[in-house]
Structure formats: structure tokens, C-alpha cells
């Protein structure tokens, strides 16, 4: 059995580090740009979305804390557009998984799904928003800032991002992604975003940037006229940091976990060089890089909450990540952001091993030896990967790649499947 699988060895992926945040400090000091903004008594939503942002909880409750200490009445707001399943249940149980309760914050969190229409972009195209948010007298979004996964607009996914879609609710985010099948995901944003800013009662925004171990690196609050002037800044320096897959050319795949507090596409699709709109099926010497012949994901983060989104991206999956599918979280999601392809479902196999032997066998060389192969935990973490003895001389000449043993087996247990990738 072991001459049907390569052999596979640890590697550790230098990573710049930035300097430590204090990420609590950080609001407090910034929130004097918004500070004069408020009076006692005032209704002010801090809007809180579905991704797994590190030291969230935090941000939260300085952003909570910072609105009490100016007298006002703060609550906070799901601004996730259709995550969650689309219900107000749903999206309560996503923050609650991120320990952003009403017990832990401290105050209440009004999670309707209702919306009520702001106005009409240019093109008579009307933007939906949060009749909770609608009606309050300020609000304030919290949301990392980084390259998004289906656009290259400077603004990316953050602060613009939640404030039209994730505050949008699901009818808001379904109009928006309608409008970005015609007029492009940038262009419809930003068409948006200005009616949203024009007419919605926004303070501002508390911007978070990681660096590529998936840590803070920048914490900034920012007023909402700041907002369109900063956020690019801040999305290009983000860009900066992502980490990446260390070769050109993938014949396999191996990721552990996919999930949506990974990536809105469950899996980033600016590490796989894949998008949801469709993606290249042999090498491109012109396309970016990598080029991934197959993909094979073994499982999805629980705090998907069963959606799925991602998997039809991969050419193979698990029995057990499908009996773990909310088909109606996966359905909906899907469908709202008019990613269909996203949803598709991939081969399913009983067994890792059965899944990684047919993945090999479905190659231009079969070989097990020959095969380019990587593993990663999920995409947001790449210091540690397991690749194949096909790749070692690559990783020898790679100047931030450190091999951290030699080239073993591939081991499975005694149900055939793969252990954990510890980090």
C-alpha cells in the first residue's frame, strides 16, 4: 500500500511577524475620531459579521465599552447578509461561536432580518439595509480588512464590504450580488456603498488588518468619511502580508478544513488560485499562480454551522463532510451571493486514502512518486504544510522554506484516514 501514495515530509513556512497590539488599546486611542460624534442617550449598532477575525470578541467589547463611557445606548447588530441560514437564530448562534453574546457584551444584540429600502444608486437600482440599523441614531461596523475573494477593487472585503452586504441583510446582500453579475462585484459595491454612506446614520468603522500567521497587525478606527480614503490603504497593506503557497505548480491539494470562518468561499480563493466563477482546468503560463490540478478537502470547521461554500471548488471530498452539510445554510448562501459553482458537490469518497487514490490516479502521470503534493490545515494557516519528496528540491532552494524532517509514508489510521495537522 505505501508504494500507492507519496512519501510526505513537514515544512515550515517562514511568515513575517509584526509587532504586538493591543487591540483594546487600539479602539480606545483611536475612537477620538469619532468620539465628538456622540451625545448621551443616543441609539448607537455596532455591527459585528460571520468571519473568524482574531481578537474579535475583543474589538467588540472596547467598541461596547468606548459608546457607554459617552452615554450612549449600544447594541449590536449581525451584519453577515445571508450567513447563519439567512434567520436571526442562525446569526446569533454564529456570533455566540466567536464568544460575542449578549451575556459576554454586556448588551442586547437585535438580530431581525428585516430591511427597508435607503434610496437608489444611479442606475435606479435600489440598496436594502437593516431596518434595525435604519433606525438607530449611529452605527458603527467592526470587520478585517483584506484582499476579497471575487474582486480586486482596492476596497476588498471590509468596512464598505459590511456595510452594503453584511448590513444589507439577506435581501440587501441577495440585490447586491444580482447587481454584481452585471455591472461587476467593485463597480456594484462601490455604486452602493455611496448610497449607503449618503443616507445611512454611519459614525464610522474599526478596520483590523492580519499579518500572515493570522494575527493582528493593525487595529484603526476610522470616521465613515474616512473610510473611502483609508480602507484601500489598508486593504493593499493586508494584501502585503497574506500568506501564500510556496510553488507554482500543485498536482494535489490536501486541506484539511474549509469553513466560512476561514473564508467567505469557504477555502481563500487567492490561495488556490481558483474563483467561484469558474476556474482553469489545465496550466496557464500567463494565469497566477499556483496552478492546482486537484483539490481534495477533507472536512468543514464547525463553525460553519454546516455552510459548506467552497466544496464545489474542490474535485474530492469525505462522506463525513457531507453528512456534516446544512444543506439549506449551503443553499441559501449560494444563492444569495449567485456562487452556485461554489456549491457544487465534488466526488465523496469513504476514506482519505481512497480519496487521495483516486485524486492521484486521475493525473496526467499516475505516478505516486512523481506527484507534487500538499497538505495545509485550512488556508488561513501556512506556516506548517506537508508536502510530498517530489517537492523537495523546491523546498530546498525556496529561501523562506525550512524542512522540518525527512520524507515518510503517508500515514493513515486504521479507518484510513489522515491525522490532524497540528500547527
Not at 443616507?199 to 470616521?223: D, F, K, S, Y
Not at 469557504?266 to 496557464?284: A, E
Request: charged share 20%.
Amino acid at each position: 500500500m505505501a508504494d500507492e501514495f507519496p512519501q510526505m515530509f513537514r515544512v515550515r513556512q517562514r511568515l513575517d511577524a509584526t509587532p504586538p497590539v493591543d487591540v483594546a488599546a487600539s479602539v480606545v486611542d483611536g475612537f477620538s475620531s469619532i468620539r465628538g460624534q456622540l451625545q448621551p442617550g443616543m441609539r448607537i449598532g455596532v455591527g459585528v459579521g460571520s468571519r473568524g477575525i482574531s481578537n474579535l470578541a475583543k474589538a467588540v467589547a472596547a467598541v461596547i465599552g468606548e459608546l457607554k463611557k459617552a452615554g450612549t445606548e449600544p447594541f449590536i447588530i449581525p451584519a453577515m447578509g445571508s450567513h447563519g441560514g439567512a434567520t436571526a437564530e442562525g446569526q446569533l448562534a454564529v456570533l455566540a461561536g466567536y464568544g460575542v453574546t449578549e451575556s459576554s457584551m454586556g448588551v442586547p444584540i437585535r438580530a431581525t432580518m428585516e430591511v427597508e429600502p435607503l434610496g437608489q444608486a444611479e442606475d435606479g437600482r435600489e440598496v436594502l439595509w437593516s431596518r434595525e440599523a435604519a433606525s438607530s441614531d449611529g452605527i458603527i461596523v467592526i470587520n478585517r480588512v483584506k484582499p476579497h475573494t471575487s474582486f480586486s477593487k482596492p476596497v476588498g472585503s471590509g468596512l464598505t464590504k459590511m456595510l452594503v452586504v453584511g448590513l444589507g441583510k439577506h435581501a440587501g446582500a441577495s440585490a447586491y450580488h444580482a447587481a454584481a453579475l452585471r455591472l461587476g462585484y467593485g463597480e456594484a459595491l462601490m455604486r452602493l456603498a455611496g448610497v449607503v454612506l449618503a443616507r445611512a446614520p454611519i459614525l464610522g468603522g474599526v478596520a483590523l488588518v492580519e499579518n500572515g500567521l493570522h494575527e493582528t497587525a493593525r487595529v484603526e478606527v476610522l470616521a465613515a468619511d474616512a473610510i473611502a480614503r483609508r480602507e484601500p490603504e489598508l486593504c493593499a497593506e493586508a494584501a502585503a502580508m497574506m500568506p501564500s503557497l510556496p510553488f507554482d505548480e500543485i498536482d494535489l491539494l490536501i486541506v484539511d478544513q474549509i469553513g466560512k470562518n476561514i473564508s467567505g468561499t469557504g477555502m481563500d480563493t487567492n490561495t488556490i488560485g481558483r474563483r467561484g466563477s469558474g476556474y482553469r482546468l489545465v496550466p496557464d503560463a500567463a494565469a497566477a499562480k499556483p496552478f492546482i490540478w486537484r483539490i481534495f478537502v477533507r472536512g468543514l470547521t464547525p463553525e460553519s454551522c454546516g455552510n459548506a461554500i467552497g466544496i464545489g471548488l474542490a474535485e474530492a471530498t469525505t462522506r463525513r463532510l457531507l453528512a456534516d452539510i446544512d444543506t439549506d445554510a449551503l443553499h441559501t448562501n449560494s444563492i444569495t451571493s449567485r456562487s452556485v459553482l461554489s456549491a457544487k458537490l465534488p466526488m465523496a469518497f469513504e476514506t482519505d486514502a481512497a480519496a487521495v487514490h483516486a485524486m492521484l490516479a486521475s493525473l496526467p502521470d499516475a505516478d505516486p512518486a512523481k506527484a507534487r503534493v500538499v497538505r495545509i490545515r485550512d488556508t488561513l494557516s501556512l506556516g506548517l504544510l506537508e508536502v510530498s519528496a517530489a517537492l523537495g528540491g523546491e523546498v530546498e532552494a525556496h529561501p523562506a522554506l525550512e524542512p522540518l524532517g525527512q520524507a515518510e509514508p503517508m500515514q493513515f489510521d486504521d479507518s484510513g484516514n489522515l491525522a490532524g495537522l497540528a500547527q
